[in-house]
């Protein structure tokens, strides 16, 4: 990585601080394209975050803007209820004297998709770890690291030897 300083990067470090000792300890994972971008030694271009809690990407998105007091009802964070997603912007929020305004983080929980014969779009419902990284579309953006304890896990074994 070069030495610029990363906003994204600053994010995750700032949230996996906030979470430790809350209810959403071991239970938050970056996903998909910036644990790709880490392994590569690349600097990520955004936080995708899985929250391993039935409806755990809004409910998570709502108690961080309020705890960061940038919560503003009906567009931060806005809301996907469908596919129990939420996307949140850290405007005017400060971390090691860095502004990390206009970082977006998008927040989901593990879903399932279930896919009907007479429609493109999913039934989503609540799953686990295994059953989200299967729905995603390459190996390599199936990976997950745990914010709390920095484990990387490639749940299908072929993610981390693909890149």
Known sequence: MDNTIN?????IQM????????????KVFIAGGAVRDEIMGLSPKDVDLLILENAGGI???NWFCK??????E????????????AKFILNGIHFHD????????????????IYDSESRNPK????????DVRRRDFTVNSLLKNISTNEI???TKTGIEDI
């Open 59 to 61: 409910e998570f998105a």
């Open 124 to 131: 989503v419902e609540f799953g686990n770890l295994q059953d």
């Open 7 to 11: 906003k994204e990067i600053l994010a």
């Open 67 to 72: 705890l960061l007091n940038i919560y503003k």
């Open 98 to 113: 860095i502004d990390l305004s206009g970082i977006d983080i998008e927040c989901v929980m593990p879903r399932k998709e």
């Open 74 to 85: 009906n567009s931060n964070p806005i809301i996907f209820p469908r596919f129990g997603t």
């Open 153 to 155: 896990l490639d749940l």
């Open 15 to 26: 949230i996996s601080e906030t979470i430790k000792g809350t209810i959403w300890e071991n």
